[in-house]
Nanobody
Framework: VQLQASGGGLVQAGGSLTLSCAPP????????VGWFRQAAGKEREFVAA??????YYDDSVKGRFTISRDNAENAVHLQMNNLRPEDTAVYYC??????????????????WGQGTQVTVSS
């Protein structure tokens, strides 16, 4: 499964963006999808995931970001509100079937998209 991530851009602090992640071929809603981000000089970190009908969030984005699955479009969206400069990073979506303990780990997702840049100015 090859993924396509889109929707990044430049936004002022307090603004909003919606990222989308979709496989270009063969829809498969059984896959769990996780969003991760990687800031310059830092490791890839967990942001949010949707797996087995449940959603998971890192504490740093809880209450500001919402992950959702659109079965009609076969896409997973990440609605990001009240963005902060520290949210600046390249955002990646990953797909897979991670066990519960791996939902927040990049190792749980063997399939990745190319990443989309999110820049939040202060």
């Amino acid at each position: 499964v090859q993924l396509q991530a889109s929707g990044g851009g430049l936004v002022q602090a307090g603004g909003s963006l919606t990222l989308s992640c979709a496989p270009p071929e063969r829809p498969d809603s059984r896959y769990s999808v996780g969003w991760f981000r990687q800031a310059a000089g830092k490791e890839r970190e967990f942001v949010a995931a949707i797996a087995r009908g449940r959603t998971y969030y890192d504490d740093s984005v809880k209450g500001r970001f919402t992950i959702s699955r659109d079965n009609a479009e076969n896409a997973v969206h990440l609605q990001m509100n009240n963005l902060r400069p520290e949210d600046t990073a390249v955002y990646y979506c990953g797909a897979g079937r991670p066990i519960l303990s791996a939902i927040r780990s990049p190792q749980g997702y063997p399939n990745w998209g190319q990443g989309t840049q999110v820049t939040v100015s202060s």
